[in-house]
T-cell receptor, first 109, second 117 residues
Framework: KQEVTQIPAALSVPEGENLVLNCSFT??????LQWFRQDPGKGLTSLLL?????REQTSGRLNASLDKSSGRSTLYIAASQPGDSATYLC????????FGAGTRLTVKP | GAGVSQSPRYKVAKRGQDVALRCDPI?????LFWYQQALGQGPEFLTY????????KSGLPSDRFFAERPEGSVSTLKIQRTQQEDSAVYLC???????????????FGPGTRLTVL
């Protein structure tokens, strides 16, 4: 059974800092990996989707990498802003979609 | 265009009551998914529809949970005889393509927060 782990569970940084969120998964046979953002009381917003054949995806200040063989992905956020404060979830897809428990990010002004 | 909507946004039920949660997917989206998200956890898959056909219900935790999508658009998740462990946020997602788990970006609704007292 696929297990998805996100470290750290919570992170607090000052505004402007670059940061890395980590996601690991136990079964490397995946179709794709997605990073989502979830604001309190809201649904999930897809940030980046990396197909299994890809190594990374970029959108604005966000960059996600995928190392399938080692079962790891990182989400890099450059020049963090208070508006980036949210919970970030990664999910891997094969025969279903498995989510990690998320990293709760707080960016302090 | 409108995104995925869910109603009600909040539901409080007494233990033993039946509840019905509604999902309106993005118009024209073929695939529809239901997830359960417990507090502090990631969402967990419940069931998947392709149009009106329920192709995967392997994630439904018990036979008290029932989902339908009779006309291939709106879907309802029904929970009978609710228990305290059913308290969670129930998320609905839709995607434009058939095929649940191949390349198929899912668009999520805001969820329904169910509290069972």
């Amino acid at each position: 059974k696929q297990e998805v782990t996100q470290i750290p569970a919570a992170l607090s940084v000052p505004e402007g800092e670059n940061l890395v969120l980590n996601c690991s998964f136990t079964d490397s046979a995946i179709y794709n990996l997605q990073w989502f953002r979830q604001d309190p009381g809201k649904g999930l917003t897809s940030l980046l989707l990396i197909q299994s054949s890809q190594r990374e995806q970029t959108s604005g200040r966000l960059n996600a990498s995928l190392d399938k063989s080692s079962g790891r992905s990182t989400l890099y956020i450059a020049a963090s802003q208070p508006g980036d404060s949210a919970t970030y979830l990664c999910a891997v897809t094969k025969n279903d979609m498995r989510f990690g428990a998320g990293t709760r990010l707080t960016v302090k002004p | 265009g409108a995104g995925v909507s869910q109603s009600p946004r909040y539901k409080v039920a007494k233990r033993g009551q039946d509840v019905a949660l509604r999902c309106d997917p993005i118009s024209g989206h073929v695939s529809l998914f239901w997830y359960q998200q417990a507090l502090g956890q990631g969402p967990e898959f419940l069931t998947y529809f392709q149009n009106e056909a329920q192709l995967d219900k392997s994630g439904l935790p018990s036979d008290r949970f029932f989902a339908e999508r009779p006309e291939g658009s709106v879907s309802t998740l029904k929970i009978q005889r609710t228990q305290q462990e059913d308290s969670a946020v129930y998320l609905c997602a839709s995607s434009p393509n058939p095929g649940a788990w191949s390349y198929n970006e899912q668009f999520f609704g805001p969820g329904t927060r169910l509290t069972v007292l």
